[in-house]
């Protein structure tokens, strides 16, 4: 299990103010947010770089209740999969993380958690709930903390789910838009700028592939010529983001560490890359950690072709396969309704 470390998400400055909810700005009785999917790794960013996209995203409601204590009281779209018991909930792990951190415990609210994105699907659909979970409650709570000093206790819901502390999909949900993360144990977290006509093409394949799972098969070590190449794509990645460069965005978007062991989870991958290739992507690769594969594209008329080129291998095989087209998501979380 992890805890959560009030220093964390603040590397460079004070501790994340406890007790700080003011009872006179709870002026809510009831909060809905919608929490987009992401993009973890970004082909040559493991576990340190990831995007939001418009869509697909959890909606997640909480409201005021004179009952004491924090309940889940309502989840649908997951098939019964998921627990009502807040400590083994995602989204449930980082709101009782933050109420306690809060000293607010015994305050009382109730969630629904609507789930509206595919579950073991690559599109950080655990990160979904627990930025929601966190974000909707803080919201409620007039605001004590600010988005990114909810980056601690997200992570720590996203982690009850997968086993890891990794940023790369909350990061990009909490604060929007693309996050490259410095260190995740410092979760020192900094947002990348976004070229005005770069697209996303994200294709989902309906089979589950677990993060858990898609964890074990990665190698413990990996060559020094494998970490110098994935250091410069990475760089290469960064630079040509700022620069709005797309042929330097394209020929960084390569991944030498996780996607040669992982895309074996994924039928039809590198035919899957190839006709996103052919269809004018700047890069192809897997969507976290799959089945779901993604390609950044100069334009939405080329993202456009390409899912709908990814789209048709996977039906070839046939594997029914959803696309989403999309911008980069400037906003991540946001609330859509208030009360
Ligand atoms: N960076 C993580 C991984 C994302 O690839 O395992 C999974 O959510």
């Known amino acids: 299990m992890f805890t959560v470390d009030p220093w964390r998400g603040n590397p460079k400055g004070l501790p994340i103010p406890r007790f700080g ?4 700005k709870m002026s809510l009785k009831e909060v809905t947010v919608f929490s987009p999917a992401t993009v973890a790794n970004v082909a040559c960013g493991f576990d340190v770089l990831g995007f939001a996209i418009e869509k697909p995203g959890d909606e997640i409601v909480v409201r005021r209740s004179d009952k004491p204590g924090f309940r889940i009281t309502k989840i649908t779209g997951d098939d019964g999969r998921l627990p009502l ?15 306690r951190h809060l ?39 007039g605001e004590p903390l600010t988005r990114r000093q909810l980056l601690p206790f997200v992570v ?24 490259l993360i410095r260190s995740n144990a410092e979760l020192d977290v900094h947002n ?77 991958f590198y035919r899957a890359k190839r006709a996103a290739m052919s269809a004018g992507a700047l890069g192809f690769s897997i969507s976290g950690a799959g089945p779901s ?30 696309p989403y087209v999309s911008r980069i998501n400037p906003k991540g979380v946001h609330v859509i309704s208030e009360k």
């Open 293 to 322: 594969v993604f390609a950044l594209c100069e334009g939405e008329k080329v993202a456009q072709e390409v899912a709908k080129a990814v789209t048709e291998v996977f039906a070839s095989v046939p594997i029914k396969a959803t």
């Open 156 to 179: 720590a819901g996203e982690a009850a789910a997968d086993g890891a502390w990794h940023a790369d999909n909350v990061g990009p949900c909490l604060l929007g838009g693309i996050t």
């Open 85 to 99: 018991e807040p400590k083994l909930n995602t989204a449930g792990v980082a709101v009782l993380d933050l109420l």
């Open 192 to 268: 990348i700028p976004i070229p005005n006509n770069l697209w996303a093409a994200v294709v989902h394949p309906d089979i589950v592939v677990l993060t858990k799972v898609a964890r074990e098969i990665m190698p413990r070590h990996v060559q020094l010529e494998t970490a110098i190449q994935q250091s410069g794509n990475l760089g290469g990645l960064i630079s040509g983001l700022y620069q709005n460069d797309y042929a330097l965005i394209g020929r960084s978007l390569h991944d030498a560490i996780a996607e040669p062991h992982r895309q074996r989870l994924i039928p039809e």
């Open 21 to 24: 909810a003011d009872m006179s």
């Open 103 to 141: 000293g607010l415990g015994d305050i009382g609210i109730e969630m629904e958690i609507h789930k509206k994105m595919p579950f073991g699907s690559g599109l950080g659909s655990s990160a979904a709930s627990a930025v929601a979970g966190a974000f909707a409650v803080n919201h409620l709570l």
